[in-house]
């Protein structure tokens, strides 16, 4: 396996990823999605509500605010050693207060963890006119996207590495006829930007020599990591593997402990140690 970085930047990477198959690729990108822990607000407590909007609503938006996670302090509440009652590992609060005239941005909720606040600031929650008021308290929790999708941390897609074969096409039409301008054409054509192309085929049909074949790769991808701004995009890859890791431990584990289980016909508590590769 070999990975290659195309391009990083706060909330977005692309890189390309070889060796693996579509199945691993996909495996990988549905983690991504919903498997990661995010910070997000679960319930609200309305103190005052004079906006023309229902308190479900603010709810509502509430909720979608993405929050910067620091996923080395906050965990999923079922898997917290509070055993899910909340605690300060997997649950906070955050208050607003505001008076009217006014709009009411993400940046008035005020947190208790300096380190967890809206990613952008400046998002919209509602507008009060003059002398209405918003006062309440809301708990965000740590969970998955598999429960809610704003518990997802960002959008994660793939596509299969393009292979072009050139046979020497003297067609100068074609680098035109390329939407993703992957061709320059100097005396002959020559790939630029193979990254870009996207396996429309349409230099390939346009092509009257046949001198261009295009076909996808079954064992390199392309890999798009974009952000919500809860956790960086690298995080979310660096988590995803963790993830996946975990679940193949945990199917070892399982299937090691039936094979034994018909061996021991004691009734013994104790439970078949981990086995480590
Ligand atoms: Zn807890």
């Known amino acids: ?36 822990p995010v910070l997000a607000i679960d319930e609200v407590t309305f103190i005052k509500n004079d906006s023309a909007l229902y308190d479900e609503i603010i709810a509502h938006r509430l909720g979608l605010i ?19 009652k909340g605690c300060a ?10 008076k009217g005239p006014c709009t009411v941005y993400a940046s008035s909720l005020e947190s208790t963890d300096p380190k967890v606040k809206p990613a952008y600031p400046d998002l919209p929650i ?40 050139l046979k020497g096409c003297k067609d100068k039409l074609i680098a035109d006829i390329c939407p993703k301008k992957v061709f320059e054409f100097s005396d002959k054509l020559e790939i630029k930007n193979l990254i870009n192309c996207d396996l429309c085929k349409a230099c390939e049909e346009s092509c009257k020599d046949n001198s261009i074949k295009v076909s996808a790769s079954e064992t390199n991808f392309i890999f798009n990591i974009e952000s919500f701004g809860q956790i960086k995009p690298i995080e979310i890859l660096q988590t995803a593997l963790k993830v996946l890791e975990g679940k193949l431990e945990e199917f070892e584990y399982k299937l090691t402990k039936k094979e034994e289980k018909p061996k021991k016909e004691t009734k013994t508590k104790k439970v078949g140690k981990k086995k480590k590769k």
Not at 66 to 84: A, I, Q, V
């Open 126 to 165: 509602v507008k009060l006119l003059e002398g209405q008021k918003l006062e309440l308290e809301a708990t965000a929790v740590c969970g998955i996207g598999k429960e809610h999708i704003k518990f997802s941390p960002g959008l994660a897609y793939y596509r299969a590495y393009p292979i072009i074969e």
């Open 1 to 36: 396996m070999k990975i290659q970085t195309i391009s990083k930047t706060d909330n977005e990477l692309c890189f390309v990823l070889s060796g693996i198959d579509s199945v691993y690729a996909n495996t990988l990108r549905r983690i991504m999605l919903v498997e990661i």
């Open 89 to 98: 590992k997997c649950q906070l609060t955050l208050s607003l207060k505001a």
């Open 66 to 84: 993405p929050l910067t996670t620091d996923l080395k302090t906050y965990e999923k509440k079922d898997s917290c050693s509070c055993k899910g």
